[in-house]
């Protein structure tokens, strides 16, 4: 197992109740819960208190930790989950190698966490040898490194629409996503994500209706999957939904040691699991360790 450099983030996950009241409530309740998480995880891998006062945010609105420098940490919260990232990442004066700038590779676990267990697994997956033709953005500065930064996002399978299928993702995408061949959606004769130019992603679009998609066993599962991706790879660099989702591309394929690779078009690290029900993915700057630690809601009372 590839070791990441020394580098590590750990995922620290609760189950909770379902949605229920006032969204307004239910933000509240899960935005508490986060800061209990991080207060465990903040103690039990860095041996330092989590207090919100020391959580500043960037240009664009990424929190950091404006406390000792180096710690990075990101959250996610979704109906029924709430997952965070923690990480000492390294500072600058440790050196930054800045390895993820013209690479991307990721790794994604096909089976299902089961159990209370605390489940480490590293980058199996093959690197992508073309670099990334995309911005390349640094993360956004504010309490993180230059080159080491985190972000994470959880989400449960739930329906949507052609529309944001078009708008968001690339004809290779949504052939994933549909489970049909990419050239039957654009015409591009199995052009992909990494070199399909803009203009094509409407080509051919019009004969995949809402029922289409509602048919295909598995849809809302792959929608997840690439979505999660999509939003831990804008939470990483700070820029939100600032940056076009439809120019942060990704395959996913080549079964590899438990699971599947993944390939982006951004220079970036990527991880995935999928608990339960729920898709949680993890995207880093650098090459990192990540391990995945649930916690029982019990503890976080």
Avoid at 173 to 181: A, V
């Amino acid at each position: 197992m590839e070791q990441g450099n020394g580098k590590e983030v750990t995922i620290y996950y609760a189950f909770c109740p379902p949605k229920a009241g006032l969204p307004g409530e239910y933000l509240e309740y899960q935005r508490k819960l986060a800061d209990r998480i991080l207060s465990y995880g903040f103690q039990n891998s860095l041996g330092i208190e989590f207090d919100r006062g020391r959580v500043a945010k960037g240009e664009k609105g990424k929190p950091y930790w404006a406390g000792e420098e180096g710690i990075v940490f990101n959250v996610s919260n979704t109906d029924g989950l709430v997952a965070c990232g923690v990480s000492a990442g390294g500072t600058k004066d440790k050196g930054c190698a800045g390895d993820a700038l013209g690479s991307a590779v990721g790794f994604a676990e096909g089976k299902r966490a089961g159990g209370l267990a605390e489940d480490r697994h590293g980058w199996d997956g093959a690197a992508l040898s073309q670099k990334g033709n995309g911005s390349g953005k640094q993360p956004e500065s504010g309490g993180e490194t230059a080159c080491f930064a985190v972000g994470v996002d959880a989400e449960k399978p739930r329906k949507v629409r052609m529309p944001l299928l078009r708008k968001c993702c690339s004809p290779e995408e949504i052939g994933y996503i549909l489970g049909i061949r990419p050239s039957s959606i654009n015409g591009s004769h199995g052009r992909g994500p990494l070199d399909a130019e803009k203009s094509g992603k409407q080509e051919g679009l019009s004969h995949c209706s809402k029922e289409t998609m509602e048919a295909r066993e598995g849809s809302w599962e792959r929608f997840s999957q690439i979505w999660t991706l999509k939003e831990s790879y804008i939470k990483m660099t700070g820029e939100g939904l600032s940056f076009p989702l439809e120019e942060v591309n990704f395959r996913i394929g080549g079964q590899g040691k438990g699971g599947c690779n993944i390939w982006c078009s951004q220079p970036a690290y990527f991880s995935q699991k999928q608990i339960g029900e729920y898709w949680v993915s993890v995207c880093t700057r650098e090459r990192a360790e990540i391990v995945w630690e649930e916690l029982p809601i019990a503890i976080l009372q």
